[in-house]
């Protein structure tokens, strides 16, 4: 390929920002959303922010959806260009629709936006989300939102960022008063002072200054809030981690931004720094080593499969992050696990609220891949190449429940069922070894709905599922599994692969059950 062409493509990467925005939630990711794609002019939109934001009950919305054949429940990306970036936001689902799906996801993300809530800090489902994060090592910057609320102190916000998450931070703005009191940041980058104006906070006057010391803050701030000002800081500069970049991108120090999403407060600079300092999009490694987005052949993997659009015909959108090369509508890929030549022609669309047909795309871009049952989560796509990339991890259910069919004479579609579920990764079975009894696990509880609605809609199979109190799956790897080891609080399964697995109702039960098994390895997701 021709030099132009290559410059033309590394031009598309370095432009390109793929993140996905973790937290728990009411700390406003909706809005915050919002308010990012207002600076862009949204491109493209997976199901509008609002839309999923009024689906307060999403099992009932899920069948909704079914009847209108509509918008999917879980909405997955947003597509908006800003100061000659394109930015691409992978939707978490949070609330009742948390599922696997969520953590799947994150492995699409080049980097993640930790969003906090300022007066409630580090949240369970900012934690777990937070740990898929961290296991691969991606940058994340953290955003405190609500900071026209009276909140936590900022040093003890840092504090538990270190203590919970086992993360260091660094603040790149600290705020000037808290709550009512409220008057601005200092950007401690640019040292600058930033003001709100007004009951809303919302309009902005920009006073670059010397540096925290600067007499002019007194005269915008009063001498209460810059004394308190020069203080935090001054103790920030002697004790706090200085700014150091390599560390921000291996994912061992995170930058601070504190402000208020819904009053548009710090979020085009959170925005800008963002945009600055966070990666483009990364190369994936895969059975021929790491593959860069630069190289030219096109490739990329199914990380999400969802199902439904088309209930007629069974139909299924399969999301595909691009990892390389440039993807051009119409164009022949081998789809590596079955060995075949697909055309990606007319089907194939960004899912987007009116269904636009993508024409060309590039490395950490998302696709939606019309799927009519070819495709399963992890599948590798190339031209010309027999690129496999490493499998996504199979995540720790969180909920369990033991499932019978009511009519033995379905078992047949029962199983059918099983295994297309199970493909689309909305569920993991595991068979006990004692009674061959199945175990299905979720990460969600809507899962549990969704299947049984779906057993029963699709296959026309009454289940009934009976839940279990486990709360932990752990593979194992042992050469001697002696099953007796795991009678109390556990129970011995096998996944579909085979594999070993332990679910515990407890830790104290899964720290007992790993002191009795000193040579076995407890993993947390599936080897
Ligand atoms: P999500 O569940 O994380 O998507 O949160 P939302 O964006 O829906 O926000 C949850 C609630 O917090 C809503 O009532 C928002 O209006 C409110 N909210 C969001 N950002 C702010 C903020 O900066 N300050 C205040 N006071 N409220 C906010």
């Known amino acids: 390929m ?12 370095d432009k390109r920002r793929t993140f996905a925005i973790i937290s728990h939630p009411d700390a406003g990711k909706t809005t915050l959303t919002e308010k990012l794609l207002l600076f862009g002019g949204a491109i493209r939109l997976a199901g509008t922010v609002k839309a999923r934001k009024a689906s307060k009950h999403a099992t009932s919305d899920w069948m909704e959806i079914e009847k209108q054949r509509g918008i999917s429940v879980t909405s997955s990306v947003m ?5 000659g970036h394109r930015i691409n936001i992978l939707d978490t689902p949070g609330h009742q629709d948390f599922s696997e799906d969520t953590y799947r996801t994150l492995t699409a993300a080049d980097s993640a936006v930790m969003l906090i809530d300022v007066a409630k800090g580090v949240e369970a489902q900012t934690i777990k989300l937070f740990q898929v994060c961290a296991k691969r090592g991606i940058p994340i910057f953290t955003f405190i939102n609500k900071l026209d609320r009276e909140g936590r102190n900022p040093f003890e916000l840092m504090e538990e960022l270190e203590q919970v998450l086992g993360i260091r931070s660094v603040p790149m703005n600290w705020p000037i008063g808290s709550g009512r009191d409220l008057c601005g940041v200092y950007d401690r980058m640019k040292n600058q002072v930033e003001l709100f104006q007004g009951n809303d906070h919302s309009t902005i006057q920009v006073q670059k200054v010397e540096d925290y010391n600067d007499p002019i803050i007194r005269e915008m701030a009063g001498e209460y809030l810059h004394d308190q000002l020069a203080q935090d800081l001054e103790l920030l500069d002697v004790a706090g981690d200085p700014f150091d970049l390599e560390k921000v991108l291996k994912g061992e120090l995170t930058p601070v931004f504190f402000g208020s999403a819904i009053n548009n407060f710090g979020v085009q600079t959170f925005l800008e720094n963002f945009l600055q300092l966070a990666p483009k999009p990364q190369p994936r490694s895969s059975t021929a080593g790491l593959i860069e987005p630069s190289n030219e052949k096109f490739s990329g993997y199914i990380f999400k499969i969802q199902a439904n659009m088309n209930p007629a015909h069974r139909d299924r959108i399969a999301f595909m992050r691009i990892v390389s090369g440039k993807f051009q509508r119409g164009m022949t890929v081998k789809h590596v696990r079955n060995g075949k030549d697909i055309k990606l022609s007319q089907p194939q669309q960004f899912l987007a609220q009116d ?10 871009d998302i696709i939606g891949l019309f799927d009519p049952g070819i495709f399963r989560i992890g599948d590798s796509l190339n031209q010309g190449g027999e690129v496999v990339f490493d499998e996504l991890p199979t995540f720790s259910p969180e909920l369990f429940a033991k499932v019978t069919v009511k009519n033995a004479l379905k078992h047949k579609q029962y199983q059918k069922g099983i295994d ?5 990764g909305t569920i993991q079975v595991f068979q006990t070894v004692s009674f061959e ?6 990460v969600g509880q809507l899962q549990f709905e969704v299947f049984e609605y779906r ?18 799956a752990r593979w194992i790897i042992d050469k001697d599994i002696d099953p007796s080891k ?11 692969k085979g594999n070993y697995v332990v679910l515990f109702e407890n830790e104290y039960a899964m720290r007992t059950a790993m002191e009795k098994n000193p040579n076995a390895q407890f993993l947390d997701t599936a080897p």
Do not use: C, H, W
């Open 486 to 496: 795991f009678r109390i609080n556990s129970t011995l399964v096998k996944d579909k």
């Open 420 to 424: 297309q579920l199970t493909e689309e």
């Open 437 to 442: 009894d199945t175990i299905l696990g979720v």
């Open 79 to 83: 597509q908006f260009d800003y100061m």
């Open 355 to 364: 269904r636009d047909i993508v024409e060309e795309a590039y490395p950490g």
């Open 2 to 13: 021709s030099k132009a062409i290559d410059q033309a493509l590394q031009q598309e990467v």
């Open 455 to 472: 057993m029963k809609g699709e296959y026309g199979v009454d289940v009934q599922l009976q839940r279990m109190p486990y709360q932990f």
